[in-house]
């Protein structure tokens, strides 16, 4: 017994005749006949009545049929649902990113939102550490890093590039400069972020190698709280470019470039190689590629 014996059997049942049924079908009379002559065999049941006037279900052929209609009601609900995927008027893509890297993708979010509003959106945040293996459990479908992931099996495509900038309140002295030199910092009072990360660790080093003392006095859990925090002249901090081109745009901040510290950033979007992407996580990478063919 399979589906499309139980659609021929529904619409006999529906029709009450062979001949209207097949009609229906866009099949001959004699194969819809043939095909319920074989389910009756499968099941050793008489499934209909036939008389001269049509034919009428028996009470196992109306037990049949209630099962019958159901099932062609989910495939053809099943259909519906695989359609509106195709479409994005239904879905759902899980990208996972760290604090940073979120705030990084926050445009192209909006914007991906705006013209898909049907597909439910998740942002998973984990480590950046994480991402790869988040991928490859298929905890998640995109990633979206600041490196090139070591592990085999990952594809990376590079959707920006930032740099490290030295983040001021706008009245700061140093806000109105073009660019800074590390020298010049060491009696800044820096803001930093808790979290072990490539770029800190870069900054770091490149304030040894000028001789120049970072003067941590504040470690915040999160990017937005050190902005704030710089905004209210707390401080200053080394921040991505892109965390605060909102804020400097705005002009609640100053990025500064600081000369010794070329620290350029590729910001890749992530995604399992072998695995096909479904039409909501293609329609991001298509958005965030947009103008660029910049892959590696």
């Known amino acids: 017994m399979d589906l499309a014996q139980l659609e021929v059997f529904a619409a006999v049942v529906e029709e009450t005749h062979f001949s209207r049924a ?25 499934l209909l009545d036939r008389n001269s006037k049509g034919v009428v279900a028996t009470e196992a052929g109306r ?25 994005l008027t239904a879905g759902r893509l ?48 995109l990633g979206v890093i600041s490196f090139a ?3 085999a099996g990952l594809r ?48 770091v080093e490149a304030f040894a190698r000028h001789r120049t003392p970072l003067r941590i006095a504040v470690e915040l859990p999160s990017i937005e709280a050190i902005k704030r925090m710089v905004e209210a002249g707390i401080g200053v901090s080394a921040l991505p470019r ?4 909102a804020e400097v745009a705005r002009g609640q901040l100053a990025a500064i470039p600081v000369r010794e510290m070329r620290l350029e950033r590729k910001l890749r979007v992530v995604h399992r190689q072998q695995s096909p992407l479904s039409r909501a996580a293609q329609a991001f990478v298509a958005l965030t590629q947009a103008g660029r063919d910049n892959r590696d």
């Open 156 to 203: 990376s495509l590079t959707v920006a590039t930032d740099a490290v900038a030295l983040v001021t309140a706008p009245n700061h002295p140093l806000a109105g400069r073009h660019a800074v030199s590390i020298r010049e910092l060491g009696q800044e009072v820096f803001i930093a972020h808790n979290v072990v990360s490539r770029y800190r660790l870069q900054v």
């Open 242 to 245: 892109l965390c605060v081109a």
């Open 63 to 87: 037990l049949l049929y209630d099962y019958a209609r159901r099932l062609r009601d989910l495939r053809d609900e099943a259909t519906r649902a695989l359609r509106q995927l195709d479409e």
């Open 149 to 151: 992931p070591p592990e």
């Open 94 to 141: 899980v990208i996972g990113a760290n604090e940073q890297t979120v705030t990084y993708i926050l445009p192209w979010l909006e914007r991906f939102i705006q013209t898909h509003p049907a597909v439910h959106v998740e942002v998973k945040r984990c480590r950046a550490s994480d991402v790869a293996s988040e991928l490859l459990r298929h905890g998640v479908e």
């Open 22 to 46: 097949a009609t229906r079908l866009a099949r001959t009379q004699a194969a819809v006949s043939q095909a319920i002559k074989k389910l009756e065999s499968e099941l050793g049941v008489a």
